[in-house]
Structures are given as structure tokens and as C-alpha cells.
């Protein structure tokens, strides 16, 4: 059965609740509890009593809120948070919670309003601050968001994240060197503020500067996506209702890690059969079940994980792969480029939607998307290979081997023997045997070392055939 079918049979079994309430107030959900996990359907089910006894007590409506929420039935837990908010338009909890509810199902503008209430009532409380930042920038509102950070600024001159907000206004307004500013401000007051350090880096390379591009690049590299700490207590109750879920998919992703993949998802199967809302799970047997080539288990457990979490870019990701291992490019590619609209920074994401482009033989649209990863990483391997390769095949022979160059000597040695054969093959395509040789032996003895057997015998066949003809000579 599906979630809105769920949805829309506890609204009718509730219309004698709701007939007795404001019209306004939105019937008490009736979720399905066997969903939950064993040891928590009893509270579930407590919470749940007690908002049918107590259509009236805003905490009630809030508390099976929260266990809901926990759970990933966001679109009843929303119905929850609205009905205590209605029933206590003064509490600071059922608001803010309402707000995270919304974000979570990527309701960014309706987000954005009950934080704006939620500020309104507690000003002091930090987290809602910051979180009201991030869902006026999501939901594009870019006037209403400048004027913010820069109040927030005048109030906190100390938090990096209101100048990381102002420096994304300013660079959405074209005003790159007041971004830079920003930018660099955030990253001062703290060191390890991976994306402020990137927004800097893209905000340098449309300046021009591309030394100053790569070396903040760097910074973003060993910083990740690392954030100013932020204690959000009414977050960690939250948190605290399904606090053992990572622990639970401890063995299944350790059987996944040893490529026992069978067994991997027999334990997150098994994981599932007691809590099917369990997001976690279904995301990672969507790549488990890809890799087994079981495309419809993989679908399965696509659907229901973004029916848990619709914004979880992993799992689209995830899916785009297993439509690139079935050759249905179409599909991956839309699959990768959803991946982007929820985070355009997402590893992997802009080359694989070059990939699947150039599959289905759209080359220029392919190295179209090749530049633009090469954009945000000048230093990406990955696409420098992709589109060298291109040009090469193309018989721009000069173009293609400055890009094949850039893919040597940058730590991936795991992909150094078919970049370096890539760069001989090019030499050979261009008549320059000398470097031909000298990179096919080099990927020779690469391909050697890593036990690359096919490798090795392609490389043996193109040597014998260029110094077969060199003799000829």
C-alpha cells in the first residue's frame, strides 16, 4: 500500500476526531505502528492514546509528533506539529519541529515560514537562527535572506556561518568581490568551514584567479563538508527516540565492506522485516542490489527510501547506477541530475551525468558537463580523462593529451594504469612514438604491479605493433 494511501485511510478513520475540533485543526494521523520497531511500538502506541484521549493537549499532538518524525513518517509527523502548534500558537518546540518536518520532506519555503515564527518567539535559540538562514536560501528568497544575515551578523559577529550566508547572497548577485569577503571571513573565524572555503574557491575562478581558486580547492579537500559545531538540544531529542539505528547497520555494512554481498543484504532485509522505516537500509541496498544486478529489488528499495527521505541525494545517486549498469542512460542520467538539484556538489554526480550523456553519443553536451566538474575541481582526474579522451577520438590530439597529462600524479593509483595508457595511446594516435613508448611501458609497469592482466595484455599488443613498426623503419 502506498504512503498517501496510508494517509488518506487514517484521515478517514479519524473524521469522528476531527468532526469535533476546529474544521481548521487537522485530524490525529493513525500511522501504521507495526512499521516501528518492536521496542518502540509500545511508546508509539502510548503517545498515540494519548493524543485520541487528548485531542485538545497541544504536548500530546507534539509528542507523537516527535516519535513520527524520528521514524521518517514526516508527512503525519507535519500533521502533528501543526495541530500542537494550532492548539499552543505560543510554544517554541511544536513550531520549530514543524519546520524541520517541512525541510526534511524539502518543503523549503513552508520551512522557512514556521522558523520565521519560531525566531520570533525565541530569538536567543541559535540553532532555529541558522536553520531559518539555510531555508530562505533554499527556498531562493535571496532579498529576505541578505537582510537576515546581515542582522544576524550585527548579533553575532562571531559565527562564521552569518558571513557564509551573506558571501552565497552576494555571489548569487553577481557582487563577487564582496562574496570574497564574506567568504573569507567565515573561513577566519573558522579554519575548517569546508563550504565557505569552496564557495570562496568558485567565487576566485570567476575573478580569474585561479591560484587562489586552488588553493582554497585544498582547503575544501581536507575540510569536507565540515561545519561549525552547533548544539541543537530540541534536535537531540529527536534524535535520542531512534538513537541505535546506526548500530543496528553495523553488520550489514560490514558484510558489504568484504563484498559478501548476498549475505549484506540478508542482514539489512532481516533489519527491515522489524523496522521498515529504517531509511538507512533501504539506501544501502539499493547500491548492494545494484551491485548483485537484481535491478528491481534495487527499485524496491529506491521507493522506499524516498518515500523516508525524498532529499537523500545517495539514494538517487545510487539508482543512477544501477540504470548505467542496466544501459538505460536516460534514466541515469535524470537519475544524477535530480542528485545535483539536491546538492550540486555531490561527488561524482556532475561527471556521471557527462558519462551517461556521452553514452547515448551526445559528445558535446558530454564535455559540456565534463568543463563544468572541472570547474569545481580543476584537479579532477576523472574528467580531465573523460575529456581528453574525447578530443582525442575527436583528432584534436594537442587538446586531449594536455588534459590526459593532468591525470598522472595525483594520487589515484588505482586508475594510473588506464590513465597512463590512455596518455600513450594519444602520443601514438598523434605519431609521436617517443612518449607513446615511454607511457605505455610506464602503464605497463603499472598495470603489472596491480595485477591488471587484461590491462597488461592490451598494452603488450599496442607495444609490439608500435615497435614492430618503428623496426620496419
Known amino acids: 500500500m502506498s504512503r498517501w494511501l496510508i494517509f488518506t485511510s487514517f484521515i478517514a478513520a479519524a473524521a469522528l476526531v476531527a468532526s469535533a475540533q476546529d474544521p481548521a485543526m487537522p485530524a490525529i494521523p493513525e500511522p501504521q505502528l507495526a512499521l516501528l ?3 518502540i511500538r509500545p511508546q508509539a502506541k502510548q503517545a498515540h492514546d494519548e493524543a485520541l484521549k487528548n485531542p485538545k493537549d497541544a504536548s500530546a499532538s507534539g509528542k507523537l509528533g516527535m516519535f513520527l518524525h524520528a521514524y521518517h513518517f514526516d508527512t503525519e509527523a507535519v500533521v502533528c506539529y501543526r495541530r500542537a502548534h494550532l492548539l ?12 524541520l518536518a517541512q525541510a526534511d520532506q524539502g518543503e523549503f519555503a513552508e520551512a522557512a515560514a514556521a522558523l520565521r515564527q519560531a525566531v520570533h518567539q ?21 532579498q529576505e535572506a541578505a537582510q537576515f544575515y546581515g542582522a544576524m551578523v550585527a548579533r553575532h559577529p562571531d559565527r562564521a556561518e552569518a558571513y557564509y550566508g551573506l558571501g552565497r547572497v552576494k555571489a548569487v548577485r553577481n557582487d563577487l568581490n564582496g562574496a570574497v569577503d564574506f567568504f573569507r571571513k567565515a573561513c577566519n573565524l573558522f579554519p575548517k568551514f569546508g563550504p565557505a572555503h569552496y564557495g570562496l574557491a568558485q567565487v576566485y575562478k570567476r575573478l580569474g584567479k585561479t591560484s587562489l581558486a586552488l588553493e582554497q580547492l585544498a582547503f575544501y579537500e581536507k575540510s569536507g563538508t565540515s561545519t561549525p559545531d552547533v548544539h541543537d538540544q530540541l534536535l537531540d531529542n529527536l534524535k535520542t527516540l531512534n538513537a541505535n539505528k546506526q548500530n543496528q547497520l553495523g553488520p550489514g ?10 549475505e549484506a543484504a540478508g542482514v539489512l532485509e532481516k533489519l527491515l522485516e522489524k523496522n521498515p522505516r529504517l531509511a538507512e537500509a533501504h539506501v544501502k541496498l539499493i547500491a548492494i542490489y545494484g551491485q548483485l544486478r537484481q535491478p528491481l529489488k534495487a527499485e524496491e528499495h529506491f521507493q522506499a527510501a524516498v518515500r523516508l527521505e525524498p532529499q537523500n541525494p545517495e539514494s538517487y ?4 547506477l544501477v540504470f548505467a549498469n542496466q544501459e538505460e542512460f536516460v534514466e541515469a542520467e535524470a537519475s544524477f541530475r535530480k542528485v545535483l538539484k539536491i546538492n550540486a556538489q555531490y561527488p561524482g554526480a556532475q561527471l556521471n551525468v557527462g558519462s551517461m550523456l556521452e553514452a547515448q553519443g551526445k559528445l558535446a553536451d558530454a564535455m559540456a558537463e565534463y568543463q563544468k566538474a572541472l570547474d569545481k575541481n580543476p584537479e579532477d582526474a576523472r574528467a580531465h580523462f573523460s575529456l581528453g579522451r574525447i578530443l582525442v577520438n575527436q583528432e584534436d590530439y594537442k587538446g586531449g593529451i594536455v588534459h590526459l597529462l593532468k591525470t598522472i600524479n595525483v594520487g589515484d593509483e588505482e586508475n594510473q594504469p588506464t590513465y597512463l595508457y590512455a596518455l600513450g595511446a594519444a602520443y601514438v594516435r598523434s605519431g609521436d612514438t617517443v612518449n607513446a613508448l615511454l607511457y605505455l611501458r610506464a602503464a605497463r609497469e603499472k598495470a603489472v604491479a596491480r595485477g591488471q592482466s587484461q590491462l597488461v595484455e592490451s598494452i603488450d599488443a599496442d607495444l609490439r605493433a608500435l615497435e614492430s613498426h618503428g623496426s620496419q623503419r
Not at 525565541?122 to 535571496?142: D, T
Not at 555494512?253 to 548476498?262: S, V
Open 122 to 142: 525565541n530569538p536567543k535559540y541559535l540553532p532555529a537562527q541558522l536553520r531559518l538562514g539555510e531555508y530562505l536560501l533554499a527556498s531562493g528568497k535571496w
Open 317 to 320: 545517486f545510487d539508482r543512477g
Open 88 to 99: 499552543d500558537p505560543t510554544s517554541f518546540d511544536w513550531v520549530y519541529y514543524l519546520g
Open 37 to 39: 520497531p518492536e521496542d
Open 253 to 262: 555494512l560490514e558484510l558489504a565492506k568484504e563484498g559478501r554481498l548476498e
